[in-house]
């Protein structure tokens, strides 16, 4: 599916300026000439939501290297791990937080109108897919995160079924409330939304309430929603709750202006939902795996049912095993970093689960083990 905007329409608002789709091209693309020139196969970044996220983001498949996003709330432990598991020879970063690696060559780069300082890393030769573009860290059962490898192919096929799926709703200014380097946000709050030709707003998460893995300012977030004004957001079930539980001591609503909130990562419960709708919050739920490439199903207006996780995304398809496992294909994984097992045509999701007689999706538990807590954090009991 081709994007349908044109050059100068607004593609990003990080609260400092606005950035059309022409400029964002020609950010990624200075990006992308000086990736080549360094020689650079697969590149890193630690920074939180910006322009030169997004722009570091496309100059990586622009230039054919692998991008790695990593994310802030990760521990060091977890980041030394995401590096050099997937042989990472460039990270990119704010000076401040390159400080942490004084060893490392660096050099600093103008990217969207942010400073950043790109480190050399030893880097080393990975097995990995060919057709890799990106690899995506699950928060991990233990402190070593896991390697989703992701094709455009399978990002590319997400992202329109969203697009197809949302097209009713007119969605025109969404605002990233959850890291980028979080595969939900990355596909469903930035992929989806440009290629509509909506407004992503890109603000530093602080100002959205958000710190660390798990801190989260419901007051904070209220005000920013109140003041952007956006029609869509994706939150996780434990954001929903805080501004429920905030909205509801208060006497305050949820602005006028939304038309959806997903709300994914964990379970979220229809007592959470009618009460957050109750409040002005038009909240659905969703879900989804980094092994599918993020979003498979999702409850929308007009095709809603409490208590489900939604129906099959145009790109999904779903299935339930004879042990009441759920089983996804239609945008899968290349594979997982290291591993040269073959990707099933069908993935077993490790989600225990039934589809009803009208297609919604329920997710009755997990087949093994395993605690997902309500800000998406898989942890092992």
């Known amino acids: 599916?081709?994007?349908?905007?044109?050059?100068?329409?607004?593609?990003?608002?990080?609260?400092?300026?606005?950035?059309?789709?022409?400029?964002?091209?020609?950010?990624?693309?200075?990006?992308?000439?000086?990736?080549?020139?360094?020689?650079?196969?697969?590149?890193?970044?630690?920074?939180?939501?910006?322009?030169?996220?997004?722009?570091?983001?496309?100059?990586?498949?622009?230039?054919?290297?692998?991008?790695?996003?990593?994310?802030?709330?990760?521990?060091?432990?977890?980041?030394?791990?995401?590096?050099?598991?997937?042989?990472?020879?460039?990270?990119?970063?704010?000076?401040?937080?390159?400080?942490?690696?004084?060893?490392?060559?660096?050099?600093?780069?103008?990217?969207?109108?942010?400073?950043?300082?790109?480190?050399?890393?030893?880097?080393?030769?990975?097995?990995?897919?060919?057709?890799?573009?990106?690899?995506?860290?699950?928060?991990?059962?233990?402190?070593?995160?896991?390697?989703?490898?992701?094709?455009?192919?399978?990002?590319?096929?997400?992202a329109d079924g969203l697009v197809q799926a949302m097209e009713p709703l007119d969605i025109r200014r969404h605002l990233c409330a959850l890291p980028f380097a979080v595969l939900l946000e990355n596909v469903a709050g930035l992929m989806a939304p440009l290629r509509r030709a909506a407004t992503c707003v890109t603000l530093p998460l602080e100002s959205l309430g958000l710190s660390g893995s798990s801190a989260f300012d419901a007051r904070r977030f209220h005000e920013t929603v109140v003041q952007q004004q956006p029609d869509s957001l994706i939150l996780l079930p434990q954001m929903l709750r805080a501004w429920a539980a905030w909205l509801a001591q208060s006497g305050e609503r949820a602005p006028g202006s939304l038309k959806l909130v997903a709300v994914g990562g964990a379970a979220v419960g229809a007592r959470l939902l009618a009460s957050a709708r109750a409040l002005g919050i038009p909240a659905f739920e969703g879900y989804g795996l980094s092994e599918g490439a993020s979003v498979q199903t999702l409850n929308l207006p007009g095709s809603d049912r409490a208590g489900s996780a939604g129906r099959a995304l145009p790109h999904a398809r779903l299935r339930v095993a004879a042990d009441g496992e759920i089983e996804v294909a239609g945008s899968l994984f290349a594979g997982y970093l290291g591993d040269d097992s073959p990707v099933p045509a069908w993935w077993p999701t490790g989600d225990l689960g039934r589809i009803d007689a009208d297609g919604f999706l329920h997710i009755d538990g997990r087949k093994k083990n395993l605690l997902v807590t309500a800000f998406g954090r898989n942890v092992s009991p």
Not at 100 to 110: G, L, Q, V, Y
Request: net charge neutral; charged share 20%; aromatic share 4%.
């Open 1 to 158: 599916m081709s994007m349908r905007h044109s050059p100068d329409a607004v593609a990003l608002d990080d609260g400092q300026r606005r950035w059309t789709f022409a400029e964002l091209q020609t950010q990624a693309a200075a990006l992308a000439d000086r990736l080549k020139e360094q020689g650079i196969r697969v590149l890193a970044t630690l920074m939180d939501n910006s322009p030169s996220w997004v722009a570091a983001d496309k100059a990586a498949l622009r230039a054919g290297v692998v991008h790695v996003p990593l994310p802030a709330f990760f521990t060091p432990e977890q980041i030394r791990h995401a590096l050099a598991a997937s042989g990472a020879e460039a990270l990119l970063a704010l000076p401040q937080v390159a400080a942490r690696w004084p060893e490392a060559p660096s050099m600093d780069i103008d990217v969207a109108g942010q400073v950043l300082a790109m480190l050399r890393l030893p880097g080393r030769t990975v097995s990995m897919p060919a057709d890799t573009v990106k690899i995506t860290f699950t928060s991990g059962t233990t402190g070593a995160p896991k390697g989703v490898c992701l094709t455009g192919a399978a990002m590319d096929r997400v």
